[in-house]
């Protein structure tokens, strides 16, 4: 360690500022990018929160946000599938490439 404390020590003045730009730029591309990647998985649906109601809950609700709430289930139940069916493909996919 000597060495590099040696080389820290000539470094002179004012060198950690420039540690601090690129640690806060790392930060801001690292957050652009999970919002990005939020944003591009439906992270960001502010109808999820009706996910949480089942058909017990009727009673206690709007009729209109039970309708809603069956909505966005089959929507998300929809695209479940839909996730689903691509893994099959990409799992058949694998299985022919190895045959």
């Not at 502010?46 to 089942?54: Q, S």
Request: without cysteine.
């Amino acid at each position: 360690m000597g060495h590099i404390d040696q080389y820290l020590n000539n470094l002179g003045e004012g060198w950690t500022i420039y540690i601090w730009l690129v640690s806060g730029v790392l930060i801001v591309i690292a957050a652009i990018i999970g919002v990005v990647w939020a944003a591009r998985n439906g992270q960001f649906d502010e109808d999820i929160k009706y996910l949480v109601f089942t058909e017990g809950d009727k009673e206690r609700m709007e009729p209109e946000e039970y309708k809603k709430s069956r909505e966005v289930l089959a929507y998300q139940m929809r695209l479940r599938e839909e996730f689903l069916e691509k893994e099959r493909q990409k799992e058949r996919q694998k299985e022919l490439r190895r045959s």
